[in-house]
C-alpha cells in the first residue's frame, strides 16, 4: 500500500513564504520513477495542478504560481518538497501530494492534504 504523507501547511501572511514536503512510502514504491506534483483545492473551485516535477527534475507551473513557487525532489529519501514564496491570499487552499502528475494525468495516490492559508 503506498502512502504520501503532508506536512508544512499552516497560516501566514500575504507576501510570506511556506514551505510543503510529502514523504512516501509502501512497497514496491520509488517516487523516482514518477512524475510527482503538487495540487490544490480552494472551496468551491476544481482542483488544480500548482507544480510537477519529473524524474529527470524537469518542472512545470501554472502561471498563477510561476516564480513564486518551487518544486524540488529527493529520489533517494523518496520526497519531495513544494517552496511557496510571495503568497497571495488566492493561494488559500488545501494542498495535497499526488502521483503521477501532469496536467494530463489523474493521479493514482494521494496525500490526506494540508491546509495553507494567507491572510490578506
Known amino acids: 500500500q503506498v502512502q504520501l504523507v503532508e506536512s508544512g501547511g499552516g497560516l501566514v501572511q500575504a507576501g510570506g513564504s511556506l514551505r510543503l514536503s510529502c514523504a512516501a512510502s509502501g512497497n514496491d514504491f520509488s517516487l523516482s520513477l514518477l512524475t510527482m506534483g503538487w495540487y490544490r483545492q480552494a472551496p468551491g473551485k476544481q482542483r488544480e495542478l500548482v507544480a510537477s516535477i519529473n524524474r529527470s527534475g524537469s518542472t512545470y507551473y501554472p502561471d498563477s504560481v510561476k516564480d513564486r513557487f518551487t518544486i524540488r525532489r529527493d529520489n533517494a529519501k523518496n520526497s519531495i518538497d513544494l517552496q511557496m514564496d510571495s503568497l497571495k491570499p488566492e493561494d488559500t487552499a488545501v494542498y495535497y501530494c499526488?502521483?503521477?502528475?501532469?496536467?494530463?494525468?489523474?493521479?493514482?495516490?494521494w496525500g490526506q492534504g494540508t491546509q495553507v492559508t494567507v491572510s490578506s
Open positions: 499526488a502521483a503521477p502528475s501532469g496536467t494530463a494525468v489523474v493521479p493514482s495516490y
